[in-house]
């Protein structure tokens, strides 16, 4: 079965740098969610989408923003990239908003 | 924010043994879910629970949602090496429009050679 896919896998960018990060959810799922999860902790909600629209907003720098299209593919544009912005990122997808999510392989970024 | 407790933090276990781990939380949750990760990949899902009592199995797996929707148990069966890694349970809060997961802290799986 088709699974959720990120690309890229990896990713290093400098201080300051900005980073797009890709997510492609299950064929039909209209939700996409963004997680963000540093070394050793759970995944921190960044923010979600459902047909197109932001529908939900969790601890998401200004410094981020993102959005979903309308092959409900979704990106997240991080700019003024900090050292602290060093995590793995994670993009789930859902059929409807209350469902169970399905998480793709996850972009690791790097900051130097 | 709202809160997971998830117990134990680590758990290191013989091949073959029973595993049981759970979730608390201080506010009601309408879904759990169970998660295992392995590291440098992404959350797979293992059981998700949509009502108050049910249990349900998933092979060697099996899950509980409270009846007070403020707890979840996640029991493995007879552990095998393929059961290593970091479980997390997951849930979205009764809040409407809070779709998104709130996750536990993790349970470390580890079997002893």
């Known amino acids: 079965a088709a699974g959720v896919i990120q690309s890229p896998r990896h990713l290093i960018k400098e201080k300051r740098e900005t980073a797009t990060l890709k997510c492609y959810p299950i064929?039909?799922?209209?939700?996409v969610y963004w997680y963000q999860q540093g070394p050793g902790q759970d995944p921190q909600f960044l923010i979600s989408f459902y047909e197109k629209m932001q529908s939900d907003k969790g601890s998401i720098p200004d410094r981020f923003s993102a959005q979903q299209f309308s092959d409900y593919h979704s990106e997240l544009n991080m700019s003024s990239l900090e050292l602290g912005d060093s995590a793995l990122y994670f993009c789930?997808?859902?059929?409807?908003?209350?469902?169970?999510?399905?998480f793709g392989p996850g972009t690791r970024l790097t900051v130097l | 924010g709202q809160q997971l407790n998830q117990s134990p933090q680590s758990m290191f276990i013989q091949e073959g043994e029973d595993v049981s781990m759970n979730c608390t939380s201080s506010s009601i949750f309408n879904t759990w879910l169970w998660y295992k990760q392995d590291p440098g990949e992404g959350p797979v899902l293992l059981i998700a629970?949509?009502?108050?009592?049910e249990l349900t199995s998933n092979g060697r797996l099996t899950a509980q949602f409270g009846i007070t929707r403020k707890d979840s148990f996640l029991n493995i069966s007879a552990s095998i090496p393929s059961d290593v890694g970091i479980y997390f349970c997951a849930g979205h809060s009764a809040n409407f429009g809070n779709e998104k997961l709130t996750f536990g802290t993790g349970t470390r799986l580890t079997i002893i050679p």
């Open positions: 629970l949509y009502k108050a009592g």
């Open positions: 064929p039909r799922h209209d939700t």
């Open positions: 789930a997808s859902s059929l409807g908003q209350y469902n169970e999510q399905f």
